[in-house]
């Protein structure tokens, strides 16, 4: 069985502010594939990035940056200088290698405020 | 383009009632998923589908039944609806055989039983 734990339920910041978003996995298989998706208050699922677990390469867009690291099972997720826009949910999300089965982390809440 | 379609957005039933949740993709993706997404909570997996007449169970099945006849349909039955049910419910689609290919969502159906 495959697990995401998002330990993290609630976080508020101040603008400008660097937040980061944990995530830590749990799976039996040696490839699998890691997702992000942001749920804004408008409901819908917006996909962010996906890794590979045989590619630990952190990588970088824009204000957004994910650290992968097998060695502690952790794919976080870091935004630079939050914006009120960043308010959402973030899900991690994992799927094995069959790529049948999709499980997704409960969530971080992330409020930005002014 | 549609992407992912799930039809209704909304809907009240009565405590007892049933009805089925339709969720149509124009991908050719042969992954489908139904999910269920409590207030303040993740998202829990219902049924999935890795291709027309294969259906399987997910976390939490009970009180939910699937079909898929196509490869473009993955409709979501509720016998005997419950309070327990209200929720918002997401399907979702993905690329056939490809485990590091994202889901893409629909909308989602927010159902409240009463």
């Known amino acids: 069985a495959q697990k995401v734990t998002q330990a993290q339920t609630e976080i508020s910041v101040v603008e400008k502010e660097d937040v980061t978003l944990d995530c830590v996995y749990e799976?039996?298989?040696?490839?699998?594939?890691l997702f992000w998706y942001k749920q804004p208050p408008s409901g819908e699922l917006v996909f962010l990035i996906r890794r590979n677990s045989f590619d630990e390469q952190n990588e970088i867009s824009g204000r957004y940056s994910w650290n992968f690291q097998k060695s502690t099972s952790s794919f976080n997720f870091t935004i630079t200088a939050s914006q009120v826009v960043d308010s959402a949910v973030y899900f991690c999300a994992i799927i094995n290698n069959a790529g049948n089965m999709l499980t997704f982390g409960g969530g971080t809440r992330l409020m930005v405020k002014p | 383009n549609a992407g992912v379609t799930q039809t209704p957005k909304f809907r009240i039933l009565k405590i007892g009632q049933s009805m089925t949740l339709q969720c149509a993709q124009d991908?050719?993706?042969?992954?489908m998923y139904w999910y269920r997404q409590d207030p303040g909570m993740g998202l829990k997996l219902i049924y999935y589908?890795?291709?027309?007449?294969?259906?399987d169970k997910g976390e939490v099945p009970n009180g939910y039944n699937v079909s898929r006849s196509t490869t473009e349909d993955f409709p979501l039955r509720l016998e005997l609806a419950a309070p327990s049910q209200t929720s918002v419910y997401f399907c979702?689609?993905?690329?056939?055989?490809?485990?590091?290919?994202?889901?893409?969502f629909g909308q989602g159906t927010r159902l409240t039983v009463v």
């Open positions: 979702a689609s993905r690329a056939e055989g490809r485990a590091n290919t994202e889901a893409f």
């Open positions: 589908s890795v291709g027309a007449g294969i259906t």
């Open positions: 991908m050719n993706h042969n992954y």
């Open positions: 799976t039996r298989d040696t490839t699998y594939y």
